[in-house]
C-alpha cells in the first residue's frame, strides 16, 4: 500500500495536478510579471519606445486581420 502511495499519487498526481492546477498558474503568473518588471529600467526613453514597439505590432496584426491576411 506503501508503495502505491508514492509511485502514483507522490510523484504523478500530486505533481502533476499541482503544475497544472492553481499553483502552476499562479507560477507562471509571477514568472511573467516578473519578466516584465525586470524590463522597467525607469528611464523614460526606454518606456517610450517600448510603448511604441507594442503599439507598432498591434497595429500591425489589426491591419493584417483587417485585410483579411492573417489567418486564425
Known amino acids: 500500500m506503501n508503495f502505491g502511495y508514492l509511485t502514483t499519487f507522490q510523484s504523478m498526481d500530486k505533481g502533476l ?7 502552476g ?3 507562471i503568473t509571477f514568472n511573467l510579471s516578473f519578466g ?4 522597467n529600467s525607469g528611464i523614460l526613453y526606454q518606456i517610450i519606445s517600448l510603448l511604441i514597439s507594442f503599439i507598432v505590432i498591434f497595429l500591425t496584426f489589426f491591419t493584417l486581420n483587417c485585410f483579411g491576411l ?3
Not at 17 to 23: D, N, S, V
Request: aromatic share 12%; no cysteine; glycine share 6%.
Open 17 to 23: 495536478i499541482e503544475r497544472l492546477g492553481p499553483a
Open 36 to 39: 516584465f518588471t525586470s524590463i
Open 70 to 72: 492573417l489567418v486564425t
Open 25 to 27: 498558474f499562479s507560477l
